[in-house]
């Protein structure tokens, strides 16, 4: 392994364990140290794979305070992988700051291609591809009908990430700025076994799920707003 690089990104499967690469495999089994947004998660990862490396909790709670004891440890030679509990660190999930900060340091960062919910569920979506927007997860209250009304108006394709508990509220909230004809699609539960992609108009992925106990992470894909 390049002791050059000071930080690896290591995608880790979204549901289904045989999505992660070989090299993310030999990458985890040759660190110093495996930072995990949750240590139980990525430890039953690590042992299903049969790697025993040092774990340590880095996630949103603690990202600010953990930050510059890492950059020391970088740069006196110790090399990490940083892991979320599913996809690729940094989207939706805590990595933003340590690689600001790697890069700031002059330490070497690199990230390995592998699983993230959004390009599937943009790309079975049916939508245009070639220009997209990724929003995140939507504001809980404050915002989020400015962001709605927002991308209402957003001619390229919009992908969301949501919650199961949340999504019937933002499918009506969708209904009420995108109108009765836009055209959505729901994924969840990704590479699972009981993987569910729904596409229609908002009332009628909105009737699809109600009175359902939605589970999994929800990615939301909008078809564009089309000139008429």
């Not at 490396?53 to 600010?64: C, G, M």
């Not at 209402?152 to 109108?179: F, M, N």
Request: charged share 25%; glycine share 8%.
């Amino acid at each position: 392994m390049d002791r050059k690089i000071s930080l690896y990104l290591v995608p880790t499967p979204i549901g289904n364990r045989a999505d992660i690469t070989l090299r993310a495999l030999d990458v985890l089994k040759s660190v110093d140290v495996v930072l995990a947004e949750d240590t139980r998660t990525s430890g039953a990862l690590l042992a299903h794979y049969g790697i025993s490396r040092p774990l340590q909790a880095f996630h949103i709670h603690n990202e600010h305070r953990a930050v510059e004891k890492l950059i020391e440890r970088m740069a006196a030679g110790e090399q990490f992988a940083l892991v979320s509990d599913a996809g690729t660190p940094g989207i939706a999930d805590p990595g933003f700051l340590l690689v600001r900060e790697c890069r700031k340091a002059g330490l070497n960062v690199e990230c390995l291609p592998g699983p993230t919910a959004l390009i599937p569920a943009l790309v079975q979506s049916g939508f245009p591809c070639d220009r997209f927007v990724f929003e995140g997860f939507l504001p809980h209250k404050k915002g989020k009908q400015t962001t709605l009304k927002r991308l209402a108006e957003e001619d390229r394709t919009v992908v969301v990430y949501e919650s199961p508990h949340r999504l019937i509220k933002t499918l009506e909230d969708l209904q009420l700025h995108l109108g009765a004809d836009r055209v959505i699609s729901v994924s969840r539960e990704l590479t699972k076994i009981h993987e569910e992609t729904v596409t229609g108009t908002v009332p009628k992925v909105l009737a699809h799920f109600q009175g359902k106990d939605v589970k999994g992470e929800i990615v939301i894909v909008i078809d564009g707003k089309k000139e008429h």
